[in-house]
């Protein structure tokens, strides 16, 4: 796994007002995307997504009766290939880390699979067909 993070995934309540801060109030360039409810912000060496909070922990596979003690947080690392989202998952598995989401095809056309660090952070391990995050 390259020591890198691709994107910072903030789980919000309310996205309109949550993108409103980000790109008017804070200034941070907003970039569109089609095909599903999320924000991007391009930061240096990184991006910044905002995302509802209960489509986020859908999406990592976390149950209902769970959600109560997720953070809404979410960190993304990037890999140039469905190959490699496989390899640093089981890698991450190997290291100690509990495999939450295997890597699956997902919606926005890319492949991506979700682990639990060793204190309880999730990461998404992700593939992008349409953006070198790498």
Known sequence: MKPKISII??????????THFYADGLGLPKHDFEGGKISFFSLQGTWLALYPRDELAKDIGLAVSTQAGFSGIALAHNVASKAEVDAVLD????????????????FWGGYSG??????GHYWEVAYNPHQDLT
Do not use: M, N
């Open 9 to 18: 995934t903030l789980g919000v309540d309310d996205l309109e007002r949550a």
């Open 91 to 106: 890698q991450a598995v190997s290291a100690g880390a509990r495999l939450i989401k295997p890597a699956v095809e997902v």
């Open 114 to 119: 979700y682990f639990q660090d060793t204190e």
